[in-house]
């Protein structure tokens, strides 16, 4: 049996391509998720996974997922689903009709205007209701995959990951916080009594791999990644620059992390380090920068069924890509070269 750790980056309705990953691994029983460090839409993505596995299984872990990204898809109008599927059929094409659709322009022009405290205690992120139906018993749970989701702290500025019985739904919520658009997410700090204010955890950690360094858990850390490190095309509209803005930031904290392990990769590669005096992670990707390129702010917001399905079905057939050419690698090597990412 194959030991690994999974990273979920955050990125709206992108997790759906996540959830098309741990579709493919959980019907792979030679392969077992030992834990989990999850953000925003990967801490949703990790937290019904742990939920269903506890309640049944693989099985139940799947059925769990497609029930909470079914919910997800359902927040539309389906009348405006109706007129986006017969807008056109590429996803490039969706992605471009969505961003210019009546929809999008009235959300993104409410996030630019208004803070989202100027509607008092009437405005709720829509995914609350999803979060609260998940049975928070099983997803603390000690058996199953280890569970750490990211959080940051709006005072502080400082990450918090939340573990084990720490972690419920106003955790998740408080990971897929996004500041322009949903009120700061409070928790009591059950050890001081103190009420801490939550902000989306991409900012500090998309996700945090700290936790996976534990001695207990195995070297293989396979980050799925959702927002892509590199886009050719140069944003010149607004919309686009400030979501090419957002990419670089939530993955600035994924990248600083990676380049320490490179770093102390070099020292016990070179001697400067003795073997065994700290932890030398294998680090994999699960990703389709390809197809995160053709996406664009709108399709992160607005979660559409149809563009969410193909985000599943591209998720899975990267797993199944990776496994394919690099089984016989984990717990063995490492299959992203650290020095050239970041030559």
């Given at each position: 049996m194959l030991k690994i750790n999974l990273a979920l980056q955050g990125g709206g309705a992108h997790g759906a391509f996540t959830w098309g990953v741990l579709d493919r691994v959980l019907q792979d029983d030679g392969i077992e998720i030992a834990a989990i460090t999850a953000t925003s839409a990967g801490a949703l993505n990790a937290a019904a996974l742990k939920a269903g596995f506890k309640a049944c299984g693989r099985d139940g872990a799947r059925a769990a997922l497609d029930d909470v990204w079914g919910q997800v898809g359902a927040i539309n109008d389906p009348r405006f689903q109706d007129w986006l599927t017969a807008a056109g059929t590429g996803t490039a094409f969706l992605a471009k009709a969505l961003e210019y659709s009546p929809a999008f322009a009235i959300f993104d022009m409410t996030s630019r205007m208004l803070s989202p405290y100027a509607y008092g205690p009437f405005l709720r992120n829509p995914l609350e209701k999803i979060v609260r139906s998940l049975d928070f018993a099983d997803v603390c749970a000690t058996s199953g995959p280890e569970l750490h989701i990211c959080a940051t702290n709006v005072r502080s500025g400082k990450i918090r990951v939340f573990s084990g019985t720490e972690i419920g739904p106003e955790a998740i919520m408080a990971s897929a916080c996004l500041p322009t658009m949903f009120q700061a997410v409070e928790i009591e700090d059950p050890k001081t009594g103190s009420v801490e204010a939550y902000w989306d955890g991409g900012f500090t950690g998309n996700p945090a791999l700290g936790p996976l360094l534990a001695p207990h858990l195995p070297d293989d850390i396979v980050i799925v990644k959702i927002?892509?490190?590199?886009?050719?095309?140069?944003?010149?509209?607004?919309?686009?620059?400030?979501?090419?803005?957002?990419?670089?930031?939530?993955?600035?904290?994924?990248?600083?992390?990676?380049?320490?392990?490179?770093?102390?990769?070099?020292?016990?590669?070179?001697?400067?380090?003795?073997?065994?005096?700290?932890?030398?992670?294998?680090?994999?990707?699960?990703?389709?920068?390809?197809?995160?390129?053709?996406?664009?702010?709108?399709?992160?917001?607005?979660?559409?069924?149809?563009?969410?399905?193909?985000?599943?079905?591209?998720?899975?057939?990267?797993?199944?890509?990776?496994?394919?050419?690099n089984r016989s690698d984990l717990g063995r090597r490492g299959t992203v070269d650290l020095a050239e990412l970041f030559s």
């Open positions: 927002n892509p490190m590199y886009r050719e095309a140069l944003p010149y509209d607004l919309q686009s620059i400030h979501n090419r803005i957002n990419e670089i930031s939530f993955n600035s904290s994924l990248l600083r992390e990676l380049r320490a392990f490179g770093f102390v990769h070099d020292l016990l590669e070179s001697g400067a380090l003795q073997r065994g005096t700290m932890k030398d992670p294998l680090i994999h990707f699960i990703a389709d920068d390809d197809l995160m390129n053709t996406l664009n702010v709108a399709t992160k917001t607005i979660a559409t069924p149809i563009i969410l399905a193909r985000l599943k079905a591209a998720g899975a057939a990267a797993a199944d890509a990776f496994l394919a050419a």
